[in-house]
């Protein structure tokens, strides 16, 4: 099953790799997308607090886990979703460190498609 946050994960993974330094430095933290689709999940913990940076697939301890469905989070990160909207509509969970969750526009603007 195709997921389409992938796509955004992708391109995630080419902007750090190019300014992994900067998001570090500017983000400080690790993040946990949790994300799921027609009973399906996918995670990835994307480490913007060590070294240049990176993502990996699979779930880990984060400082931030962030839950939503697919369309959401693709949503999320296009631009096309208001995050207050999901979170008060239910459709955006968030645990642990909400200072990190409210940095959150530090990675997506990178990740606009």
Not at 13 to 37: A, H, M
Not at 55 to 81: N, R, V
């Amino acid at each position: 099953m195709a997921f389409k946050s992938e796509q955004v994960i992708n391109l995630l993974k080419e902007r750090i790799e190019k300014e992994g330094k900067d998001y570090v430095k500017k983000v400080g933290g690790t993040y946990l997308f949790v994300v799921k689709k027609d009973g399906a999940e996918k995670c990835w913990l994307v480490d913007l607090k060590n070294g240049n940076g990176g993502i990996k697939d699979g779930k880990a301890k984060a400082d931030c886990t962030i839950t939503t469905d697919d369309e959401s989070f693709f949503g999320l990160f296009t631009g096309k979703a208001n995050p207050q909207e999901l979170f008060f509509a239910g459709k955006l969970k968030i645990d642990g460190d909400m200072g990190l969750a409210m940095s959150l526009s530090a990675v997506t603007e990178g990740a606009k498609l």
